[in-house]
T-cell receptor, first 113, second 109 residues
Framework: GNSVTQMEGPVTLSEEAFLTINCTYT??????LFWYVQYPGEGLQLLLK?????DKGSNKGFEATYRKETTSFHLEKGSVQVSDSAVYFC????????????FGTGTRLKVLA | DVKVTQSSRYLVKRTGEKVFLECVQD?????MFWYRQDPGLGLRLIYF???????EKGDIPEGYSVSREKKERFSLILESASTNQTSMYLC????????FGDGTRLSIL
């Protein structure tokens, strides 16, 4: 079946460090892939997305590339800030016509000043 | 921007009560979703709706029902609240991606 696996957290980094959060997926067909961010006490916000192989999604300095050969969609940022501290969710949308998503369990990022 | 509004940020109810969680979206989206979020389990789909009066069960529908009488409003109902339904509840609607409300943190005492 379809599934998303994210690296366990928390991930703790110093300000200006490089960030990678790993996400791999299992899916039949050609899913779309997403990263969402959840700040404390809030709902999920769409951070970026990619709809086909080799697409790169980017937003607010974050990037992720849809790698079909490795079934991965790793989130990266070159220089994190304290304000990036949040929980990050990887998700896939499989082509069922219902627009249902499957979410990973989330990775908590803590950025220290 | 898509706006998804959940009626309450925090709610405290008692065991056995019937609980209504309301969600409204302003973009005329057909598809709407209810999730619960628990530590270590991520988001789990409870129910979704793909049109007015149309609904389908998600992965964990037991103990819940939903109502979609108008396109913009999707309600989640806990028929008889139990302590294991204490959780964060998130509503989403689908445009080009799923867009979420701020969530309702529900405590059942």
């Amino acid at each position: 079946g379809n599934s998303v696996t994210q690296m366990e957290g928390p991930v703790t980094l110093s300000e200006e460090a490089f960030l990678t959060i790993n996400c791999t997926y299992t899916a039949t067909g050609y899913p779309s892939l997403f990263w969402y961010v959840q700040y404390p006490g809030e709902g999920l916000q769409l951070l970026l997305k990619a709809t086909k192989a080799d697409d790169k999604g980017s937003n607010k300095g974050f990037e992720a590339t849809y790698r079909k050969e490795t079934t991965s969609f790793h989130l990266e940022k070159g220089s994190v800030q304290v304000s990036d501290s949040a929980v990050y969710f990887c998700a896939l949308s499989y082509n069922s016509g219902t627009y249902k998503y499957i979410f990973g369990t989330g990775t908590r990022l803590k950025v220290l000043a | 921007d898509v706006k998804v509004t959940q009626s309450s940020r925090y709610l405290v109810k008692r065991t056995g009560e019937k609980v209504f969680l309301e969600c409204v979206q302003d973009m005329d989206h057909e598809n709407m979703f209810w999730y619960r979020q628990d530590p270590g389990l991520g988001l789990r789909l409870i129910y979704f709706s793909y049109d007015v009066k149309m609904k389908e069960k998600g992965d964990i529908p037991e103990g819940y029902s939903v109502s979609r009488e108008k396109k913009e409003r999707f309600s989640l109902i806990l028929e008889s609240a139990s302590t294991n339904q204490t959780s964060m509840y998130l509503c989403a609607s689908f445009g080009t991606a799923q867009h979420f409300g701020d969530g309702t943190r529900l405590s059942i005492l």
